[in-house]
């Protein structure tokens, strides 16, 4: 060998990246090693590099795919589902210190000397089939509160948005963890060759009157391979972006492009084994196939007169949250696993005597046209749907509550609502109590943790058996805690 050759090998050698070099080390006794780890765990070793092993489902599951209804800004359980009589004759009056004792509050009113009562907005009524209580400004849900199971005794130490979204969206208040729909994705595989497991739709009120920002976290996949993120579908123009073909691309010379980059992006795995080329192998691939299939899934010519009426006139604007419900049925119908609305504008601090029946008349019809829709198809049983934000509101009020258009409720993470539908939950059950005043739960509480570990139950998923291991540790969706919250299922 040359001089010349001998230092440029010795070069490249020395130019290695630290990835490169853990992967070639990863094909040969390092795989062993961790294969045999893996197996000591009670985990097959296909988990650590794809998803839908024979290990998961742990268990029967009672839901095959989740559509999650996520509200950001907190909206106000008091004056939606939470019925408390008494609040309307207490209006004005300060909440006693021995309610408060203890509960954290965001800096906006922390340092408050009063904390007013401020009666719920609307009058209440029950449904007439489970006597379930809600407010009239969710009608269209109070409809369907037979087929719903509504908990109001959820709980979150989280008292600003950002961390309370990603505690519910990832198991942590933290960046970086996986989100619930990648953990799904991940345990469960995919069931649909022409669509991603796991899609992502966003809307917001209106008026843009809150200002909740949506960040790529709260559908990512943090340390697991990035082929089970959230897909995100867009609002205007192609729902992904770079779907259609430049002028010239033909379909055949697109699909031999993919599959000789493909060839080329195989010989690199065999080199490094980067889990994140095979990612970008699948991605290229489910992306072809998405070009067809997405067009198909958004064209809603075919969709009944009657069935549009039901999800209400804004199903007609694109990246409305109604339009976003009647896209996420027809996802379910093909075989997406896990669907995420995100929806911002619940939070009303200044404004919640109007913007509270803006925000509710655009979302009511809507979900609860989704899980009629869903149980006319016989899909309704097998998914569940689940609707809530990342925490309430205070049941005293923010500013002047006797300036009927200048007041509000600030953030309240004690006490809060959410329900669920379908799936394998519990229909017509009201689950959880909290104090006179909705501010702390006297029975029944359910954290975030439970939540996890209760949606997870239902996909036949053992929260405590799906894990990852990154740096050293096996991580899950709930980390170190979570109970199934059995008597909610059905």
């Not at 909206?75 to 408390?84: G, N, Q, T, V």
């Not at 691939?285 to 007169?305: G, I, K």
């Amino acid at each position: 060998m040359s001089f010349d050759r001998h230092l440029q090998e010795s070069a490249n050698r020395l130019n290695q990246t630290r990835r490169q070099f853990f992967g070639k080390s990863a094909t040969g006794i390092g795989a062993a090693a961790l294969a045999s780890l893996i197996s000591k765990d009670g985990i097959s070793a296909d988990t650590l590099t794809g998803a839908g092993s024979s290990t998961f489902p742990n268990h029967t599951a009672k839901a095959k795919r989740v559509i999650y209804l996520m509200q950001t800004g907190g909206p106000s359980h008091l004056d939606l589902f939470d019925y408390k009589p008494g609040m309307y004759k207490r209006h004005g009056e300060d909440i006693p210190a021995s309610v408060r004792a203890g509960v954290r509050l965001s800096t906006m009113t922390g340092n408050y000397d009063k904390h007013p009562v401020l009666r719920p907005l609307q009058n209440f009524r029950q449904n007439r089939k489970s006597g379930t209580w809600m407010s009239d400004l969710v009608p269209y849900t109070r409809e369907i509160a037979d087929k719903v199971c509504l908990i109001n005794s959820m709980n979150t130490e989280a008292v600003n948005h950002a961390p309370g979204v990603t505690f519910f969206t990832t198991g942590h208040q933290l960046p970086g963890r996986p989100s619930m729909g990648a953990w799904m994705s991940y345990g469960l595989g995919s069931a649909s060759e022409d669509l991603p497991s796991f899609v992502v739709m966003l809307s917001r009120d209106r008026e843009n009157s809150c200002g909740q920002l949506f960040y790529d976290y709260y559908w990512g996949s943090g340390f697991i391979p990035s082929k089970y993120q959230g897909v995100k579908f867009r609002g205007q123009g192609d729902p992904v972006l770079f779907l259609s073909d430049p002028k010239g691309l033909s379909r055949d010379m697109k699909k031999g492009l993919i599959d000789d980059v493909a060839a080329l992006n195989q010989e690199h795995f065999k080199d490094v084994a980067d889990p994140e080329i095979q990612t970008r192998i699948s991605q290229y691939e489910m992306a072809y196939r998405m070009q067809t299939s997405v067009p198909d899934l958004t064209d809603l010519s075919d969709e009944p007169q009657h069935i549009l009426d039901m999800y209400g006139p804004d199903v007609h604007r694109p990246g409305s949250f109604a339009r976003n419900c009647l896209l996420a049925r027809r996802l379910a119908e093909r075989g997406t696993q896990f669907v995420q609305l995100m929806h911002a504008g619940w939070d009303q601090h200044q404004n919640i005597p109007t913007q509270l029946a803006i925000q509710c008349k655009d979302t009511d019809q809507p979900s609860a046209a989704l899980v009629k829709d869903l149980e006319q198809r016989g899909l309704l049983e097998d998914t569940l749907v689940i609707w809530g934000g990342e925490f309430g509101r205070t049941p005293f009020g923010q500013g002047d509550i006797n300036n009927e258009l200048k007041h509000g409720r600030d953030h309240h993470g004690a006490a809060f609502s959410i329900w669920m539908a379908g799936g394998g939950v519990a229909p017509g059950k009201v689950y959880g109590k909290t104090d006179d005043y909705a501010y702390n739960i006297v029975d029944g509480k359910v954290h975030v943790h439970d939540f996890h570990a209760t949606v997870m139950h239902l996909l036949g998923l053992d929260h405590e058996k799906l894990t990852y291991r990154f740096q050293g540790r096996r991580f899950r969706l709930t980390d170190v805690h979570g109970h199934v919250v059995k008597d909610i299922l059905a």
